[in-house]
């Protein structure tokens, strides 16, 4: 499992991912820069009546969220490590390794109709030497886990290597037909004067996937 702040930038940027996928261009990761909500919430789906939702958080303690009428969601799948293909799209959070190689720590593959969402290489999140990389894969390699070339932009490239044991996933457009009860969420709120907990945009797991958080 990830430290805590490699694994809430990674779930941000699948967020932000979703929040500029219904625009012209698609820009996602690369513009996640500008400040999400201010707070985020991993809970469990109790139910959902109208805009409310009725959740419970990681202790168990209920919690309750009126969801935004334009709310952004996301869903995350997990993936099997062959979806990573050469022509896949995807995403990865990675640190250098000891020879200076770029090692994933996640990795989300965009389904066909999100290619090009946050194109390039960026520094990412709290830690100097991690950075964020969505691009095309390029030659791929098998063999305890898996070395990718990841191209983006004018002549931009990176090797990543993705080890056995890295969470793969799958992001795609979602919406609130997935807030069933025992679902898994990722909710980015924001906090009104009254204690009102508005929710602008939720990251929830198909088939009781846990975000990645």
Do not use: C
């Not at 990674?10 to 690369?30: D, K």
């Amino acid at each position: 499992m990830l430290p805590f702040p490699l694994r809430s930038t990674f779930i941000a940027a699948l967020a932000a991912s979703a929040v500029f996928a219904g625009t012209a261009v698609l820009t996602g990761g690369a513009i996640a820069q500008a400040a999400p909500p201010a707070a985020r919430l991993a809970a469990t789906v109790v139910k959902l009546d109208g805009n409310r939702l009725e959740a419970t958080d990681g202790s168990g303690k209920p919690v309750s969220l009126s969801l935004a009428q334009d709310a952004r969601i996301t869903a995350v799948a997990t993936a099997a490590p062959d979806e990573i293909k050469p022509g896949s799209f995807i995403g990865s959070a990675a640190v250098p390794g000891p020879d200076g190689t770029l090692t994933a720590l996640e990795v989300h593959v965009f389904p066909p109709s999100m290619r090009g969402t946050g194109e390039g290489h960026r520094p990412w999140g709290t830690d100097p030497n991690a950075s964020m990389t969505n691009g095309t894969v390029g030659d791929l390699v098998v063999a305890n886990g898996r070395t990718m070339t990841v191209k983006y932009g004018e002549g931009g490239v990176q090797t990543i290597v993705v080890p056995p044991d890295v969470p793969i996933v799958t992001i795609d457009r979602g919406d609130r037909t997935l807030l069933v009860p025992g679902a898994h969420i990722v909710a980015f709120y924001a906090r009104g004067e009254d204690g009102t907990m508005t929710a602008s945009r939720l990251t929830v797991g198909k088939d009781r996937t846990v975000p990645p958080m």
